[in-house]
C-alpha cells in the first residue's frame, strides 16, 4: 500500500513539474517580458538593468528553478495588467467557478440518473429512445451556442433570469458566495444549466451503460428469480451497484469542468477564474495565462490521485494492477 | 471663477444626501462597461478610461466643465508668474476621504509621482520640470519652457493624499517588473464626489457618494456599481433585462432595438475621435521588399478606392461622420476648409497605380484590432475589399489590442487603424507632437510609421511655445494641411457614439469625449 | 512499407471488405435507422461542403467579390431578401449559405486533419510502447499523463494563441489553420495512444506474434502487418467521436476569439461575429451557422455512437 501511494504521488509531481515547465515556457517566451512590462520609451539601457533584475540573463536551468522555487510558494508574480498578485486575483474568482461547477454537477447527477435508470430498463419505449436522441444531441451542442440560446429565451424574451455575472454575493471569511441570495441563485441558473448539459449525458450514458451490466449480472437474475418486485430491483440493487463508477467519474470531470466554464463564464460574464484567463489571453497577461494552467492541472492531478488511492484502499487488487 | 461659499454647499450636499440615503431608494447607477479599469491606480497605465473612471474618487487641480470649457477644482485659480512659471491658489478647506486635509504638499507629492522616471503617465504632462511649495496653499509649478496647454493636461492629473502615499509606501509609481504589487492599486484615497467601496478586478467595482465633498454636488446618486460585461451582446442582453441601467459604448446596430424599448432611452452623438489609417513609411514592407507606400500617388489611390459613404451607411449605420481631416470640427486647430471628404474614384485610384508603376497592386500588411473602434473589424474588411478592387492584395490581421498594439509600434504593420480625439488636451497640438512630428526624443510617439515632414515639424514646435491663441491656432492647421496633402494619415470618420440608459434617468449629460462623468447624473 | 508484397495489398482490402459486408456491424447499420439517417444527413453535409466552389452563389474569401451595397439582406423568402442570397447577407454583404459552406470545409478540415494527425503520432506512439514497453513506454505514457492532466480546452488555447502570436505574417493566413490543427491533435493522440499500447501488449504475447519473433520477422513489419489490425476496432470508434469533440474545439476556439480569423470563417467565426448582431435583427448571420454545426455534430456523433454500440456487444 505504502509503495502504490508513493509511486502515486511521485507521478503527481513528475506531472505538476512537467506542466510547471509548460507554463515557464510560456511565461517566458511568450512575448518579451520585458518589452510588455517597460513602456514604449524605455530605453535601451532600462531594458538591460530590467533584464538583469527579472534574472533573465540567468542560465534557462536557473531561471526555471526559481520559477517552481516561487511557484510552489504561490508566487506567481504579478499581473502585468491589473498589477495585483496573480495567485490572489485567482484565488479570488476560485469560488465564483467552483460554485458554479458544484451547481451544474449536481444538476447534472440529479437530471442524469434518473434518464439512466430509465433509458435502461425501458430500452425499447419511445421515451427511452427519445432520452437517448436527446443525449446525443447533449453532448454535440457546442456550449456558447446553448448559452446565447439560453441568454435570448429566459432573459431577453421571457425576461425571468439575469443574463450575466454573478448577482449580489455574500462573503463568508475569504469565500464568497452568491447562493445565499435571490439574485445570485437566480444568476447561476443559466450558466450551470448550460455547463451541466455534456455532463448531463455523460452521467446517463455512464449510468445506462452501468445498468444494462449489472441487470445482467447473476445477483439481479437470482433476485428476480425470487420475486422481488422490478422497481426494488433497478433502485435498490441494481443502481446502488452503478454508483461507485458515477461517483468516480464525477469527481474526475470536476476538474475538466473547471477548465470548460471558461466557455459558459465567458458567455455569461461570469467573474470567475475561467473569464480571467480569456481576459489575460486577450491581453497577453502572461503570469495569468501561467498561473491558471499550474492551477488547474493541480486539481486535475490532485482529483485523479485522490481517486485512485481512494479505489485502492477500497479495491486492494488494484494496487498491483497498474504495470 | 471663485471659489463657492464652501461650508454651506458642503452643509447642502451632505443634506442631500443624507436625505437621498434615508429616503425609499439609494439612487444606483448600475453600468455595464465594455471593459474594466485596468487599476485604482490612475498613474499605473496611460489609459484614458480608466483615468476617467477614477476621476470620480480623485480630482485634478483644474477639470472640464458641463461643456468641455476648463473650471476650478482643487486649485481656485491660478497666474502665469513667468512664461515658465504658474502659480496655483490651492482650495482651503477640501478634505480626502480618509479625513486629511488637503494641502500643496499634496500637490507636490502627486506631481512627482506622476512625473518619476518609472511613471507610464509621464507623457501626460511633457512640459512639466519642477514645483515648488510657497505655502500650504500655494505651489508654483516650472515648466521647461513657454507652454499653452498645461492646464488642460492638468485635468488628468489626479491629486493624492501625501501622508497617504508615505505611509502606504507608494510614493513612486507602481513597478510592474519588481513583481510587486502596490498599494495604490488596490486601494484609493481621493477627494472627488464618490469614494471606493470594494473592488474585484474584472468583476465589479463599486463606489459610494463622498457627503464630504467640498463641492455641491449637481447630481443625487448614492452608489454606483460599475461591471464590465466585455460581450456586446450580452452587455445589450443586460441592458434589455434591466439588469445595468447604463451601458457607456452601445452597439449601433442595436440601437433600433435599444430605442423601442421602453424602459430605455438612447443618448447617441459622434466622437471627438478621429479614427485614420496610418502608412509604414520605412524603405521597406514589413515582409520585406520596396516599400510603395512611399509614392504620394499610391496613398491617393489607397485614398481613392475606399468608399466612406458606403461605410457610413452600411458599417456605421448612417452614424458617423466621415472625416476630411485629422481632427473633429469642436477641437481648437480644425478648419472646415481642409474638411473636404476625399470622394471615391476608382478608375482614376488604378490609374494612379499604374502611374505609379504598380498596375498589379501589392501585398501588405493590415493591421486592425477587434475592439479599439467602432464596428472597427467589419469596417477594416470592408476597406481591405475596396482595396482589393483596385488591384491590391491586404493580408488583414485583425487581433485584440493587446496583441495588435506592438506589433504596429514596431513597424510591423503596413496599414493600421488608430484614432486620435486629442485627449486629455482638447487641442490639435496634440496629434502633432504625438503622432505627426518626426519620432524624436519625447515627440512622434505614435509616429509608427516612421515618417518626417521637416516643415510639420518647425510648424509643431513653434504652435508649442506660442502663447498666442489664434497666432497658434494658424500654424497647428497649416499643418494639417500639409498632413492632407501628403496624406500622411488617412481620414476616415469621427466615430459614433452612443450610450443607452434606463428612463427612469432625469439628466444623464453626454460628453464629446466619450467620458461618463457621473457626478452630473440625477435619477 | 516496402516489405508488405504487392499482392497483399491488393488482396487485403478486398478480403476487409466482404468480412465487413458479411459482419454484424453492417447489419446493425443497416438496422438502424437513426445511424442510417446520420450517414445520410453527415454525407450530405460533407458532399455540400466539398462541392462548396459550384454551390455557392459566392466566393467568400475573395474580397473584390463582396458587395457593401447588399449588407444585411434577409432570406429571401422575407421581405427585401433577394437571389442569389437565399439564407441572407452578413454585415459586409458575404451571402451567408456561402459562409456556411465554406466555412464547414474549413470546419471538417480541421476536424479530419487533427484526427489524422493525431492518428498518426498515437497509433505510433502506442505500438511503440506496447511492443517494446520499457523505458520507450515509460517515457511516452508520461508524456501523455501530462497532456491529460490539462484540460483539452485549455491546451487548444493556450497553443493556439501562443502559435498565433508567433506566426510571421506571411504564414498567418495559411498558418491558423495548421497550429488550430496541431493544438487539437497534440491533445487527443494519447487517448489512441493508450488503446493501441494495451492491444499491442495483449497481441504481443500471443503465440503467431512470439512464432514470428523467433523466424526474424522484423519488428517493424510485425507491428504494422500484424499487431495494428488487430487494435484498429476500438480507435476507430474513438476516431469517430474524437472527430465530433475536434469540430466543437474549434468551434469554441473560434466563438473566443483565438481560433478562424474573420476572412477566412470556420463555423465557429461566423457565429462568433454573428452573435454581435442577434439584438439588431439580422438574426440569419448567428442563427444558420448555428444550426449548421449542430447538424454536423450531431450527425458525426450519432455515427460514433452507434458505431460503439454495434461494436460492444454486450450493450447489443
Known amino acids: 500500500m505504502l509503495a502504490f501511494l508513493i509511486k502515486r504521488s511521485a507521478n503527481a509531481i513528475f506531472v505538476m513539474l512537467s506542466v510547471s515547465f509548460i507554463a515557464f515556457m510560456i511565461f517566458r517566451f511568450v512575448g518579451d517580458p520585458v518589452e510588455l512590462m517597460l513602456n514604449e520609451q524605455a530605453t535601451q539601457s532600462q531594458r538591460d538593468e530590467l533584464r538583469t533584475r527579472l534574472g533573465l540573463d540567468e542560465p534557462f536551468i536557473v531561471q526555471f528553478g526559481t520559477f517552481v522555487t516561487n511557484a510552489a510558494q504561490g508566487d506567481f508574480g504579478i499581473s ?196 480571467l484567463f480569456i481576459q489575460a489571453v486577450t491581453f497577453v497577461d502572461v503570469p495569468i495565462m501561467a498561473a491558471y494552467l499550474c492551477i488547474v492541472a493541480l486539481i486535475f492531478v490532485l482529483l485523479n490521485t485522490i481517486v485512485d488511492i481512494t479505489y485502492a484502499v477500497i479495491d486492494p487488487r488494484l494496487r498491483g494492477a497498474e504495470k | 471663477m471663485v471659489s463657492r461659499f464652501r461650508p454651506q454647499a458642503m452643509l447642502a450636499g451632505g443634506l442631500v444626501a443624507a436625505l437621498s440615503a434615508t429616503g425609499a431608494l439609494a439612487e444606483t447607477v448600475k453600468w455595464g462597461a465594455p471593459r474594466d479599469i485596468v487599476s485604482l491606480d490612475p498613474y499605473s497605465y496611460g489609459d484614458s478610461y480608466t483615468i476617467n473612471f477614477l476621476n470620480h474618487i480623485y480630482e485634478g487641480l483644474v477639470r472640464y466643465n458641463r461643456d468641455l470649457e476648463i473650471e476650478p477644482a482643487l486649485a481656485e485659480s491660478w497666474e502665469i508668474v513667468s512664461p515658465t512659471t504658474w502659480r496655483f491658489k490651492l482650495r482651503e478647506g477640501v478634505e480626502f476621504h480618509n479625513g486629511n486635509p488637503f494641502t500643496a504638499q499634496d500637490v507636490l507629492a502627486s506631481l512627482q509621482r506622476v512625473s518619476d522616471d518609472t511613471s507610464p503617465l509621464k507623457g501626460n504632462l511633457p512640459a512639466y520640470k519642477s514645483a515648488e511649495v510657497v505655502d500650504d496653499h500655494t505651489i508654483d509649478i516650472e515648466l521647461t519652457g513657454p507652454y499653452p496647454l498645461l492646464l488642460n493636461d492638468l485635468t488628468n492629473i489626479h491629486i493624492f493624499d501625501k501622508e497617504w502615499l508615505v505611509e502606504n509606501n507608494a510614493e ?8 510587486v504589487e502596490g498599494y495604490a492599486t488596490f486601494n484609493t484615497n481621493g477627494t472627488g464626489p464618490f469614494r471606493l467601496e470594494s473592488r474585484t478586478p474584472e468583476a465589479q467595482t463599486i463606489l459610494t457618494v463622498n457627503e464630504g465633498w467640498w463641492d455641491e454636488p449637481a447630481h ?148 486592425c484590432t477587434n475592439e479599439s473602434y467602432v464596428n472597427e473589424e467589419q469596417f477594416c474588411q470592408a476597406i481591405a475589399s475596396m482595396w482589393s478592387r483596385i488591384g491590391l492584395k491586404p493580408r488583414l490581421d485583425i487581433g485584440p489590442t493587446a496583441k495588435q498594439t506592438p506589433k504596429r509600434a514596431n513597424g510591423q504593420a503596413d496599414v493600421y487603424t488608430i484614432g486620435w480625439a486629442t485627449l486629455p488636451m482638447l487641442d490639435t497640438y496634440s496629434i502633432l507632437i504625438q503622432m505627426l512630428h518626426s519620432k524624436e526624443g519625447n515627440a512622434g510617439v505614435f509616429n509608427w510609421g516612421g515618417w518626417s515632414y521637416p516643415e510639420i515639424d518647425r510648424l509643431t514646435q513653434a504652435a508649442g511655445v506660442e502663447l498666442d491663441r489664434e497666432k497658434r491656432l494658424a500654424m497647428e492647421t497649416e499643418a494639417l494641411k500639409i498632413a492632407k496633402e501628403e496624406i500622411v494619415m488617412m481620414p476616415l470618420h469621427q466615430q459614433p457614439m452612443a450610450w443607452a440608459v434606463s428612463s427612469e434617468f432625469e439628466d444623464f449629460p453626454q460628453f464629446p469625449d466619450n467620458k461618463p462623468r457621473l457626478w452630473y447624473v440625477t435619477k | 512499407m516496402t516489405d508488405i508484397p504487392a499482392h497483399d495489398l491488393a488482396r487485403k482490402p478486398k478480403t476487409r471488405l466482404r468480412l465487413f459486408l458479411d459482419s454484424d456491424v453492417w447489419w446493425s447499420f443497416r438496422h438502424s435507422k437513426s445511424a442510417m439517417g446520420a450517414a445520410i444527413v453527415l454525407g450530405l453535409v460533407i458532399l455540400a461542403a466539398l462541392l462548396a466552389p459550384v454551390l455557392s452563389p459566392q466566393n467568400p474569401y475573395d474580397l473584390a467579390a463582396l458587395e457593401l451595397w447588399n449588407a444585411e439582406l434577409p432570406p429571401v423568402w422575407m421581405e427585401g431578401g433577394q437571389m442569389p442570397y437565399i439564407l441572407g447577407t452578413d454585415v459586409q454583404g458575404r451571402d451567408i449559405l456561402s459562409g456556411i459552406l465554406y466555412g464547414t470545409r474549413i470546419s471538417i478540415f480541421i476536424g479530419i486533419a487533427s484526427v489524422i494527425v493525431s492518428l498518426l503520432i498515437g497509433v ?116 469517430t467521436l474524437n472527430f465530433g469533440l475536434a469540430i ?40 444558420f451557422p448555428s444550426i449548421q454545426l449542430c447538424i454536423l455534430v450531431v450527425a458525426v456523433n450519432m455515427l460514433g455512437d452507434w458505431l460503439r454500440d454495434a461494436l460492444n456487444p454486450k450493450l447489443r
Open chain 3, 248 to 287: 466543437l474545439i474549434e468551434a469554441t476556439l473560434s466563438f473566443l476569439g483565438v481560433g478562424m480569423p474573420p476572412n477566412q470563417p470556420s463555423l465557429g467565426t461566423l457565429i462568433r461575429v454573428g452573435n454581435q448582431y442577434l439584438f439588431s435583427g439580422s438574426w440569419w448571420i448567428v442563427l
Open chain 3, 124 to 239: 505510433m506512439a502506442g505500438l511503440l510502447a506496447g511492443f517494446y514497453g520499457g523505458w520507450v513506454d515509460n517515457v511516452l505514457m508520461r508524456i501523455g499523463d501530462v497532456l491529460l492532466s490539462i484540460p483539452i480546452i485549455l491546451v487548444a488555447i493556450l497553443v493556439s494563441s501562443v502559435a498565433q502570436a508567433m506566426l510571421p505574417p506571411e504564414l498567418r493566413e495559411a498558418g491558423i489553420a495548421i497550429v488550430l490543427v496541431l493544438a487539437i491533435a497534440l491533445y487527443s493522440w494519447v487517448q489512441y495512444a493508450r488503446v493501441v499500447r494495451a492491444q499491442t501488449m495483449v497481441e504481443r504475447r500471443k503465440e503467431y506474434v512470439q512464432a514470428s519473433r523467433l523466424v526474424g520477422t522484423p519488428a517493424r513489419r510485425l507491428m504494422l502487418k500484424h499487431i495494428l489490425p488487430n487494435t484498429l476496432t476500438p480507435v476507430f470508434v474513438a476516431a
Open chain 1, 80 to 275: 502585468f495588467r491589473n498589477q495585483q498578485d496573480v495567485l490572489g486575483m485567482i484565488a479570488e474568482r476560485f469560488p465564483a467557478t467552483f460554485e458554479l461547477v458544484i451547481v451544474a454537477t449536481i444538476i447534472s447527477l440529479v437530471v442524469g440518473i434518473p434518464m439512466g435508470v430509465i433509458t435502461a430498463i425501458r430500452r425499447q419505449t419511445w421515451y427511452a429512445e427519445t432520452m437517448q436522441f436527446t443525449s446525443i444531441i447533449g453532448v454535440s451542442l457546442p456550449s456558447f451556442v446553448v448559452g446565447i440560446g439560453l441568454i435570448l429565451i429566459f432573459s431577453v424574451w421571457l425576461g425571468w433570469l439575469p443574463a450575466f455575472g454573478r448577482g449580489e454575493t455574500v462573503d463568508i471569511g475569504w469565500w464568497s458566495t452568491g447562493l445565499l441570495t435571490h439574485s445570485g441563485r437566480m444568476s447561476i441558473i443559466l450558466p450551470a444549466l448550460s455547463l451541466s448539459l455534456f455532463q448531463i449525458t455523460l452521467v446517463m450514458r455512464l449510468v445506462r451503460a452501468e445498468m444494462l451490466e449489472v441487470l445482467r449480472s447473476d445477483f439481479i437474475k437470482f433476485a428476480r428469480a425470487r420475486g422481488i418486485p422490478a422497481r426494488a430491483i433497478h433502485f435498490r440493487h441494481a443502481l446502488r451497484n452503478c454508483l461507485m463508477p458515477v461517483v468516480t467519474m464525477t469527481a474526475m470531470q470536476i476538474g475538466g469542468l473547471i477548465a470548460f466554464a471558461l466557455v459558459t463564464e465567458t458567455v455569461f460574464q461570469w467573474p470567475g477564474m475561467g473569464l
Open chain 2, 172 to 179: 513612486k509609481p507602481t513597478d510592474v517588473s519588481a513583481g
Open chain 2, 220 to 367: 443625487n446618486l448614492t452608489r454606483i456599481e460599475f461591471q464590465p460585461v466585455t460581450s456586446a451582446a450580452t452587455r445589450v442582453a443586460a441592458l434589455l433585462s434591466g439588469e445595468v441601467d447604463f451601458v457607456d459604448s452601445a452597439p449601433v446596430q442595436d440601437l433600433p432595438r435599444l430605442q423601442a424599448a421602453s424602459n430605455l432611452k438612447v443618448l447617441e452623438r459622434t466622437d471627438l475621435r478621429t479614427v485614420m489609417l496610418g502608412f509604414n513609411r520605412r524603405d521597406e514592407l514589413v515582409a520585406g521588399g520596396e516599400n510603395p507606400m512611399n509614392d504620394l500617388r499610391v496613398r491617393q489611390a489607397m485614398q481613392l478606392a475606399v468608399d466612406m459613404e458606403l461605410i457610413h451607411d452600411k458599417v456605421m449605420r448612417g452614424k458617423s461622420r466621415n472625416a476630411g481631416t485629422l481632427v473633429a470640427p469642436a477641437i481648437p486647430g480644425y478648419s472646415e476648409a481642409l474638411d473636404e471628404v476625399a470622394g471615391v474614384d476608382v478608375e482614376r485610384a488604378k490609374a494612379l497605380m499604374t502611374e505609379a508603376g504598380y498596375p498589379d497592386g501589392f501585398e501588405f500588411d493590415f493591421v
